[in-house]
């Protein structure tokens, strides 16, 4: 069935460094990949997102690139900052239907 | 405020005994759904509704029920619940038909059966 990788399952970085993850996907009708940031304790939140007729998108310290080709999309965060350690999932969509990621722990070291 | 509530935040129950989850958002929202969230399996969505009296299953929809007989209701229904249905469970809502849109979630249930 359809499904979603995501890697790595965790991640440690200097506060300051910029951190880096990545999934990939198996249904070729996913059109939709966001991404959500859900700290300890609190609800999953919507923190970026890309549509399939994109390739990167910015906000700010956070971006987003997909290739379609290889059907796998990344999440870059730069400069990282303490706030920004949580759990973050990348999810695939087509009309009907949403797989998650297994989500990645980022740990800011100070 | 626009949110999406769910009730009750924590419960413990017994094998065997049913219970309901409630799910409520007031945006208007056509889609819903529930997910479980389980260390190191992530969210696995467990049904889906796509508008008033339209549900269907999700990946994981094994032991449990919904309903969606008004669009801003969507509660969650363990008819006989089993140990291995102990997890955290969030319900979420989108605007259009499909998630293709920002998922709203809320506050999430931790459900403990023993």
């Known amino acids: 069935g359809e499904n979603v990788e995501q890697h790595p399952s965790t991640l440690s970085v200097q506060e300051g460094d910029s951190a880096v993850i990545k999934c990939t996907y198996s249904d070729s009708a996913s059109n939709y990949f966001p991404w959500y940031k859900q700290e300890l304790g609190k609800r999953p939140q919507l923190i970026i997102d890309?549509?399939?007729?994109?390739g990167e998108k910015k906000d700010q310290r956070i971006a987003v690139t997909l290739n379609k080709t290889a059907k796998h999309f990344s999440l870059h965060i730069t400069e990282t900052q303490p706030e920004d350690s949580a759990v973050y999932f990348c999810a695939a969509s087509r009309d009907d239907k949403i797989i998650f990621g297994k989500g990645t722990r980022l740990h800011i070291l100070p | 405020e626009a949110q999406v509530t769910q009730n009750p935040r924590y419960l413990i129950t017994v094998t065997g005994k049913k219970l309901t989850v409630t799910c409520s958002q007031n945006m208007n929202h056509e889609y819903m759904s529930w997910y479980r969230q389980d260390p190191g399996l992530g969210l696995r969505q467990i049904y889906y509704?796509?508008?008033?009296?339209?549900?269907d299953k999700g990946d994981v929809p094994e032991g449990y029920k919904v309903s969606r007989k008004e669009k801003r209701n969507f509660p969650l229904i363990l008819e006989s619940p089993s140990p291995n249905q102990t997890s955290l469970y969030f319900c979420?809502?989108?605007?259009?038909?499909?998630?293709?849109?920002?998922?709203?979630f809320g506050q999430g249930t931790r459900l403990t059966v023993v």
């Open positions: 890309i549509r399939s007729n994109v």
């Open positions: 979420a809502s989108s605007l259009y038909t499909g998630m293709n849109t920002e998922a709203f």
């Open positions: 509704s796509m508008n008033v009296e339209v549900t």
